[in-house]
Nanobody, 124 residues
Framework: QVQLIESGGGLVQAGGSLRLSCAAS????????MGWFRQAPGKEREFLVA????????YYRDPVKGRFTISRDNTKNTAYLQMNSLRPEDTAVYFC?????????????????WGQGTQVTVSS
């Protein structure tokens, strides 16, 4: 069992930055691929980025390429999402998720554990 807790969300002006953290419980964090998703009001949850177990491979959706960066620190059992150049359309609840799989990380069904989400609001 893995528990994930996101933090770092908040209100920021357009063009600003935030860094989200995802702290994982348990001793097997390094066994999991990690992903970040978001869900805006009235929209489906969408995949943003993912990272493999050792940070050697990352996967980004086009809308966030060049603006968002995923990383992880296995010594701290934590994954991060650095978000720069934020836009009002980035406003959503952001979720981290953990997967035992190494492939298919763009699909929410691939993930085994989810955090509760953290709100990010970008004002214009």
């Amino acid at each position: 069992q893995v528990q994930l807790i996101e933090s770092g969300g908040g209100l920021v002006q357009a063009g600003g930055s935030l860094r989200l953290s995802c702290a994982a419980s348990g001793r097997t964090f390094s066994s999991y691929s990690m992903g970040w998703f978001r869900q805006a009001p009235g929209k489906e949850r969408e995949f943003l980025v993912a990272i493999n177990w050792n940070g050697g491979s990352t996967y980004y959706r086009d809308p966030v390429k060049g603006r968002f960066t995923i990383s992880r620190d296995n010594t701290k059992n934590t994954a991060y999402l650095q978000m720069n150049s934020l836009r009002p359309e980035d406003t959503a609840v952001y979720f981290c998720a953990a997967s035992r799989a190494a492939y298919g990380l763009g699909y929410s069904s691939t993930y085994d554990y989810w955090g509760q989400g953290t709100q990010v609001t970008v004002s214009s």
